[in-house]
């Protein structure tokens, strides 16, 4: 379903370029929808000296709302704040008002868009001199970057909802104050060029969209203008982070951290794992448990355990252990012929055997 727009061509002007002007309000278009929430994010650090944060607001595209991050932005001149846009409610549609830069920060429609923009006024920060001076109760600087700061709590009004638009049904109601109006008419400027390619990228980005991000955008906010991926770009909560794949199933991506970090292969059969084997390996600290000069009172010399770890090679009463499997037929005779005895009684037999038949 699509709703009305319209645009002011004196609006649309004073925005498009960044120059000196004096303006009531800088009107932009008109919907007869209202705005969704504000989403919920984290504000990223500040880049750098002079960079002024420009709070995130829904835009609108011929049908539907799409969310324009908030940013950090340098201001375009000396002592210049930025006074936000928002949408307010009249002649029974929702106005867009356009923000501006200018000396003083002017009326936004009352709305709390957080990180010193809580409805009136800014309490982020303020110029001295040539200095921007930020107030970390209520931005993200890291003073390591950054050393012109103070600290000063705001305490938010009780029962500060996330309505995005003035006015009207659910709307939140407010009006200007005399301070207020009289800056509208005060020595303005419009968007920065950064900020409109800024908005413009926002504008062509459908994950952006109200319809598809659910009023959770991906990209919430950025470090720079125009900057929507890498370091510093955060999501909305409750939104996924900003290039996350979430289209690949998991059996294929286990297989390949395994191989990656060199775990065992998982898609060979058991048998290939460990091939069968009925013998034990044969270890060199082994033979001496088979020489009958090693004994001592029936225990080995040698290591009480197998050489693999696997228990004790003697019996519990002192005997020799058993083996699993026989050694080959050359180092146990005995093992091919079960009836057969001691060597050294082989060798008495046949000289009993000799001097019988010599007698």
Do not use: K
């Amino acid at each position: 379903m699509r709703f009305p727009v319209r645009g002011l061509i004196a609006a649309l002007s004073l925005a498009a370029l960044p120059v000196a002007s004096n303006a009531a309000v800088f009107v932009g278009v008109s919907v007869g929808i209202a705005p969704p929430a504000l989403p919920v994010y984290v504000q990223p650090p500040c880049p750098a000296p002079g960079y002024i944060w420009i709070p995130g607001y829904w835009a609108w595209d011929d049908d539907q709302y799409y969310w324009v991050p908030g940013t950090w932005e340098l201001a375009p001149a000396v002592g210049f704040l930025w006074t936000p846009g928002y949408w307010g409610w009249g002649d029974g549609f929702y106005l867009w008002h356009a923000g501006y830069w200018g000396p003083h920060v002017g009326f936004y429609g009352g709305i709390n868009y957080g990180f010193g923009y809580f409805g009136r006024g800014f309490e982020g920060g303020y110029w001295r001199g040539n200095e921007f001076y930020y107030n970390r109760s209520v931005t993200n600087v890291n003073v390591t970057n950054i050393t012109n700061v103070y600290n000063h709590t705001v305490v938010n009004e009780p029962g500060v909802s996330r309505v995005s638009f003035h006015g009207g049904a659910g709307g939140v109601a407010v009006r200007p104050t005399a301070a207020e109006m009289a800056v509208e008419h005060e020595r303005h400027i419009g968007v920065t060029a950064l900020q409109r390619q800024h908005e413009q990228m926002a504008r062509s980005d459908s994950s952006l969209r109200a319809s598809v991000n659910g009023g959770r955008p991906a990209i919430a906010a950025t470090p720079r203008p125009a900057v929507f991926s890498g370091h510093g770009v955060v999501a909305a909560r409750g939104a996924s982070p900003a290039g996350q794949r979430t289209d690949r199933p998991r059996q294929t991506q286990r297989p390949a951290l395994a191989e990656r970090s060199g775990g065992p292969r998982t898609d060979r059969p058991p048998q290939a794992l460990r091939p069968a084997d009925p013998r034990p390996p044969v270890h060199q600290a082994a033979r001496p448990t088979m020489n009958p000069q090693h004994r001592d009172n029936g225990q080995y010399r040698g290591n009480a355990a197998a050489p693999g770890g696997g228990g004790p090679a003697m019996h519990a009463g002192g005997g020799r252990a058993p083996q699993a499997a026989p050694p080959p037929a050359a180092q146990h005779p005995a093992a091919q012929h079960p009836g057969a005895q001691h060597p050294g009684a082989q060798h008495t037999a046949a000289e009993r055997e000799q001097r019988e038949r010599g007698h």
